[in-house]
């Protein structure tokens, strides 16, 4: 199955005791400083293709934008979508199964937008995206196979490498599908100690099927301002 599908590398940041909300923890210069961590490592590791869940892409990057729904739009087919897009291999993809997401363009901060969905999504949705050109991919008829997405990914758009980066929830369940190939760690000094915020994998208890996932450490680094850069493959 793996060439099939893109090879898999998950980067979080995250505090000592695994939590990953960063906006709990401060607005200080240090903060900020830390925070600048991930975008930092990002650009190092250099993988081009980037995929987040439906809520880290409405929380910081498309502003909670409401979708669009074109007005009395004939039924459309279900097949995917390839907007026009640039060979430079940036992608900006976001796992959104019942298409909550407002797109306004086809790139985010200059990345070609995916979108995968199911096919309960309305015409309407479907039509608006071909309008500004954002692709699209059907993974499932009402819950998202991510076998079939990243197989999509890498067939569609060429997609070798993909970059998952949250939350906790795509990332649990990448985790249970058994998709991820390797991990890095950013470990902020920083203890959150909240009982109710997320850490880096999240399975409901009533889908985690899986024991704990045992990984390899390949890699430990110190980098500046007290971060540990761990890195892990599965
Ligand atoms: N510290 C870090 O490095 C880091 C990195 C990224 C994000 N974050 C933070 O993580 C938080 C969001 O995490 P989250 O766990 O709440 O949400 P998430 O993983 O970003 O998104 C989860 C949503 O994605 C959609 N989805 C569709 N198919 C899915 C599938 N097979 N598995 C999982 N999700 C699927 C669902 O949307 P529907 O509910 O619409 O179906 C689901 O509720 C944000 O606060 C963000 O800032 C932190």
Request: charged share 30%; with cysteine; hydrophobic share 40%.
């Amino acid at each position: 199955m793996k060439e099939e599908r893109p090879y898999v590398t998950c980067l979080m940041m995250t505090s000592v005791d695994g939590k990953i909300l960063g906006e709990k923890w401060g607005n200080s210069e240090k903060m900020e400083i830390l925070r600048g961590k991930f975008e930092q490592i990002h650009e190092e590791i250099g993988i081009k293709a980037w995929i987040v869940g439906r809520t880290s892409m409405e929380k910081d990057f498309t502003d909670f934008a409401k979708p669009v729904i074109k007005d009395d739009q004939p039924p459309m087919d279900r097949n995917d979508y390839v907007g026009k897009h640039d060979d430079s291999g940036r992608f900006a993809i976001a796992l959104d199964g019942k298409a909550k997401l407002g797109w306004a363009e086809s790139t985010m901060q200059g990345d070609h937008v995916i979108t995968i969905l199911t096919e309960q999504v309305k015409d309407g949705y479907l039509a608006h995206l071909q309008d500004i050109g954002v692709s699209y991919i059907f993974a499932g008829k009402n819950e998202i196979d991510l076998t079939v997405a990243l197989n999509k990914l890498r067939s569609l758009f060429g997609i070798e490498k993909l970059m998952l980066e949250g939350g906790a929830r795509i990332n649990g369940s990448f985790l249970q599908a058994g998709l991820i190939d390797e991990l890095h760690q950013l470990l902020l000094p920083i203890a959150d100690g909240g009982t109710e915020t997320s850490s880096i994998f999240e399975i409901d208890l009533k889908d985690k099927t899986n024991d704990a996932t045992l990984m390899k450490l390949k890699k430990v680094k110190q980098i500046e301002d007290d971060v540990l850069w761990l890195n892990y493959i599965f």
